[in-house]
């Protein structure tokens, strides 16, 4: 693994703590000798990882829409910054330079691009391990419903045992590193039903 994706808010959120798990995450992913692959932004948490990642010596990759870099406010200070046209081709190329997928808290987009990557693995468009970073419980109501779409057999136990999920930056890179993807084809139910 040499890269890692993180979805987070282009704000700081209400708790200070948010912030100080940014920064902490930013830290033990160049202590793991791992790229920050981000939406390119330098205000919120975006910004805090990304500052963070670069003083402490990391490597910073940012990739931001055209319509974006004024809104979210460009990083110039990065490693590289990708100015790519739309939201589809930010999130394609974020994939392609990631290893795996990391979701700190954030609101609606930080939510759509986890949801979107969490479905890619279970559909078996890339075996790379998805996560989230659960901050002070911030994903509980998540995870909650999750089980819930297990219970109500919208989805099968395999595919949330996918999700690698902890509170703590280090010990979150470490499942990422030891993930092994789940072997069982996604239809081999409804085919051998047929």
């Not at 808010?9 to 692959?37: T, W």
């Not at 589809?88 to 330079?97: E, G, S, T, Y």
């Amino acid at each position: 693994m040499k890269s890692v994706c993180v979805y987070c808010g282009s704000s700081n959120g209400v708790k200070p703590l948010y912030a100080e798990a940014a920064r902490a995450f930013g830290r033990a992913l160049v202590e793991a000798d791992l790229a920050l692959v981000y939406g390119g932004g330098k205000v919120g948490l975006m910004g805090v990882i990304a500052d963070t990642v670069m003083a402490e010596g990391g490597r910073a990759i940012g990739v931001i829409p055209e319509l974006l870099v004024n809104k979210e406010v460009g990083h110039n200070g990065l490693t590289e910054l990708h100015v790519v046209p739309d939201m589809h081709q930010r999130k394609k190329m974020m994939a392609d330079l990631s290893d795996a997928f990391v979701a700190m808290p954030g609101g609606a987009g930080t939510l759509e691009e986890f949801f979107e990557v969490y479905t890619w693995a279970q559909l078996g468009y890339h075996q790379k391990p998805v996560a989230l970073l659960n901050i002070d419980g911030f994903y509980d109501p998540l995870i909650k419903l999750l089980h819930h779409t297990v219970e109500e057999g919208f989805m099968r136990h395999t595919y949330l045992d996918i999700l690698q999920i902890d509170a703590d930056p280090a010990g979150l890179i470490g499942k990422l590193q030891r993930y092994q993807p789940p072997t069982a084809d996604k239809w081999a139910i409804r085919r051998e039903a047929v």
